[in-house]
C-alpha cells in the first residue's frame, strides 16, 4: 500500500485479463490432461501418464487461483468496503491488494492487515497445489528423458 493511495484496488484490466486467460488455461490443460491420459492407458506409458497427472495438477492449480480472481471481480466497493468494516472496525486506514499471494487486505491503524473478501482456504492450497505441480512436472520431465534414451 503506498501512502498516496491508501485505498488502492487492484486494476480492473489486469484483473480480467488474467481471469480470462485463467479460465482458457484451465480449459485447455484439462482437455490436453484427459487426452494423454486415455493415450498412456491404450499405450501403458507411466511416462505419459505422470505428463497427464502434470496437466490436470497445473489446470487444478489455475483454476483455483481463477476462482479467487472471480471472488474479487464480484465484490464491488461496497462490498469490500463493508467487509473491512466487519473485520476491522472503524480502524481501517487502507487496502493492501496482492497478486501474489492473492489477497484484498484492510489495514488498520497498528498496521495489521486482515484479509477479506478472497475465502481463506485458497492461497494455503493453491501453495500446496503449486508444490505438487512442480513436483509432477520435474517427474514427468525426468521419465520422458530417461524413456528417450
Not at 480470462?20 to 494423454?36: E, K, M
Not at 465484490?75 to 489477497?103: H, N, W
Amino acid at each position: 500500500m503506498s501512502a498516496d493511495q491508501p485505498f488502492a484496488r487492484h486494476d480492473g484490466v489486469i484483473l480480467l485479463l488474467v481471469l480470462l486467460l485463467g479460465a482458457l488455461a484451465t480449459a485447455v490443460l484439462v482437455l490436453y490432461g484427459i487426452r494423454v491420459l486415455v493415450r498412456a492407458r491404450a499405450a501403458a506409458s507411466r511416462a505419459m501418464a505422470l505428463v497427464s497427472a502434470s496437466a490436470l495438477v497445473w489446470a487444478t492449480t489455475i483454476g483455483l487461483y481463477t476462482w479467487g480472481l472471480l471472488h474479487l471481480l464480484m465484490a464491488d466497493d461496497y462490498t469490500e468496503a463493508r467487509a473491512c468494516d466487519a473485520a476491522m472496525g472503524k480502524q481501517l486506514v487502507g487496502y493492501d491488494p496482492s497478486f501474489i499471494p492473492l489477497k484484498f487486505g484492510c489495514v488498520s491503524s497498528d498496521g495489521r492487515t486482515v484479509s477479506v473478501v478472497i475465502p481463506s482456504y485458497v492461497n494455503p492450497v493453491l501453495a500446496v497445489l503449486v508444490v505438487c505441480a512442480v513436483t509432477l512436472t520435474v517427474f514427468a520431465v525426468v521419465r520422458s528423458k530417461e524413456k528417450s534414451t
